[in-house]
């Protein structure tokens, strides 16, 4: 299999090329420390992915921000600020979706291929009890549409192609750092392993669907 991890210096995209390249699979990765790939810049996103040659098997985005040069999650609505808001959904929901727009031309016509881009089930909007944390729930509940709307399109002209949102859990990592005590969390190692097992046993009617690391569904 050959694969495109989008985010490959990050605490789950490494561990997701790692582990695809030891069981054998062809894996390109691309970052924003290793490459200069900014997400958010439609420009670059082009020139990054049209110098590369297809098809590829799986694209897997892995991109993402929690805490946005130092802006913590808004605890309530006093929080919010426009910038930041806008930030988030620049990271978050804009940016994997620019990837998937330039991507959808080094994924195959024919046969079973995979886009997948990390998604967290604080965007689930029928999950939400707790409140809380605008920006990114809100830039999570984006990614999903984007990806949900994507995925009804690209049906039409590949047939076999899975696009899917996956919640990783807890993985400890920098992005979660502060906020380990309040869930258990898992190594990134583990969280690849759990996404790989998920992503080898999608189908094309899984396309368009939100799914946890378990592979349950999550509600959107």
Known sequence: ????????????????????????????????????????DDARVADALGRLEGPFDLVF????????????????????DP??????????????AIVLKHALALMPREGRSVFAALSARVGSIGDNRA???YGYRAAKAALNQ?????????????????VVALHPGT????????YLGRHPAV????????????????EPAHTGRFFDWAGKEIPW
């Open 131 to 133: 409140g809380g944390w």
């Open 83 to 96: 910038a930041t808001l806008a930030a988030q959904f620049a990271l978050n929901a804009i940016g994997p």
């Open 61 to 80: 985005v892995a991109t993402g921000g929690l805490s946005i040069e130092g802006a913590r999650p808004e605890k309530a609505l006093r929080d919010l």
């Open 187 to 202: 190594e990134p190692p583990e969280a690849a392993a759990n996404l790989l097992r998920v992503l080898d046993r999608l």
């Open 146 to 162: 984007y990806l949900h709307t994507a995925a009804i399109e690209i049906s039409r002209t590949h047939r076999e192609a899975v």
């Open 171 to 178: 993985v400890a990592t920098p992005l979660t750092r502060r």
């Open 1 to 40: 299999m050959r694969a495109l991890v989008v985010g490959s210096s990050g605490g789950v995209g490494a561990a997701v090329a790692e582990a695809l390249a030891a069981r054998g699979d062809d894996v390109t990765g691309l970052s924003r420390s290793g490459d200069g790939l900014d997400v958010t």
